[in-house]
């Protein structure tokens, strides 16, 4: 078996669910920023992302 990038909607302790984006071995590398009163609303967020991140870029942000 292999191991691959999945999202994981998670349910809170107060009825709201987050996502995660789990890499290859189980580490977290990115979850909402926020909380979603519904299940289908965060997998609509997941889909979205889905789509438009191939299309991303990649910017480099200097601290002052």
Request: no cysteine; charged share 35%; proline share 2%.
């Amino acid at each position: 078996m292999t191991d691959e990038t999945t999202f994981r909607v998670i349910e809170t302790g107060d009825e709201t669910f987050r996502w995660l984006l789990r890499a290859d071995g189980g580490a977290a590398i990115a979850s909402s920023d926020g909380v979603y009163e519904t299940k289908q609303a965060a997998m609509r967020d997941i889909q979205r992302l889905k789509r438009v991140a191939p299309e991303a870029g990649v910017e480099s942000v200097d601290d002052e």
